[in-house]
């Protein structure tokens, strides 16, 4: 991959910062592009040379995402000087290239019945739900299985949070086009997982 140039990187944080923290602007419908005058501002800023440390890595937008999934608000200083984030990074990108595995793994942390994991009680956080706030199962093995059931409308219905499930959905909702996965293999093994 090629290496981008400090404006570039700068662009890359920008919008994807924009696209987890907020409904507003989506990363996919305007290709990561941000306003020309906004880009001009980076040469003023103080921590401009962070975006030189950032353009260097080998896949800024993966290292970008997998932070952002974990605080979508980490100052760009912090980012690119702390360890910490490198790790984020590398257990991001494993859980992505060992995506069926990973998934198949998650799914014996879930109840036999697939529908009991799903099903919301008396308005509070379903298992499934339970599972992704308490790190049992990874984000996107959550993401996935809230999509191939299409929950959200249901769960959006009966779920009486409205301060820890909404911002686990709109996490959801930004990250699930990230996740590369065929969808008729993994609704394999969920229909082999509960119903074999």
């Known amino acids: 991959m090629s ?5 570039q990187a700068y662009e890359k944080y920008l919008a994807l910062k924009w696209h987890f923290t907020t409904e507003k602007y989506d990363y996919f419908k305007y290709q990561g ?11 003023s800023k103080p921590y401009k040379y962070s975006f030189f440390k950032l353009a260097k890595k080998d896949n800024v937008e993966g290292f970008l995402i997998s932070n952002m999934l974990s605080n979508p608000n ?3 200083g912090e980012l690119v000087n702390n360890k910490k984030y490198t790790e984020i990074y590398e257990n991001w990108k494993k859980r992505k290239e060992s995506l069926t595995y990973e998934f198949t793994k998650d799914l014996e942390q879930l109840d036999p019945d697939l529908y009991t994991n799903l099903k919301v ?3 509070e956080h379903p298992i499934l739900l339970k599972l992704i706030l308490r790190e049992k199962i990874s984000l996107e093995t959550f993401t996935i299985i809230t999509h191939l059931c ?3 409308n249901y769960w959006n219905k009966q779920i009486k949070d409205k301060i820890i499930y909404p911002s686990i959905k709109l996490k959801v909702q930004k990250y699930y ?3 590369t996965y065929d969808t008729a293999k993994f609704k394999k093994i969920i229909l082999e997982k509960f119903y074999e």
């Open 33 to 43: 592009k941000i306003k020309k005058n906004i880009l001009d501002t980076l040469e």
């Open 121 to 123: 009680v008396d308005g």
């Open 74 to 76: 980490v100052w760009i």
């Open 150 to 152: 299409n929950i959200s």
């Open 177 to 179: 086009k990230f996740i």
């Open 3 to 7: 290496e981008l140039t400090p404006a």
